[in-house]
């Protein structure tokens, strides 16, 4: 099983980025994909969820209508986008998969936004 995120770098505040996480070893189709983060100091947290088939999706307050997950079964990978960053953003990033008791995880991208 691997599951391997991208896309994670250096921001300006109010910049973008988009985030993969490509995954294999498993049947992705049918787990429910998330992305969590954790800052410098603080707990690791849910940022946002996307069920099996893409038909619903939900996020932390924090990052509504900012963020948006999406994923692509085709191609195995869920996406994050970050959009209006801030410095609070500032977090590892880590993409998990879940299906009943069983679930798997990414060893995270960084991101950073400053000035």
């Known amino acids: 099983v691997q599951v391997v995120e991208s896309g994670g770098g250096l921001v300006q505040p109010g910049g973008s980025l988009r985030l993969s996480c490509a995954a294999s070893?498993?049947?992705?189709?049918?787990?429910?994909m998330s992305w969590y983060r954790q800052g410098p100091g603080k707990e690791r947290e849910l940022v946002a969820r996307?069920?099996?088939?893409?038909?619903?999706?939900n996020y932390a307050d924090s990052v509504k209508g900012r963020f948006t997950i999406s994923r692509d079964n085709s191609k195995n990978t869920v996406y994050l986008q970050l959009n209006s960053l801030k410095p609070e953003d500032t977090a590892v990033y880590y993409c998990?998969?879940?299906?009943?008791?069983?679930?798997?995880w990414g060893q995270g991208t960084q991101v950073t936004v400053s000035s």
């Open positions: 996307i069920i099996s088939d893409g038909g619903s999706t």
């Open positions: 070893g498993f049947s992705f189709s049918s787990y429910t």
């Open positions: 998990a998969a879940r299906r009943g008791s069983r679930d798997y």
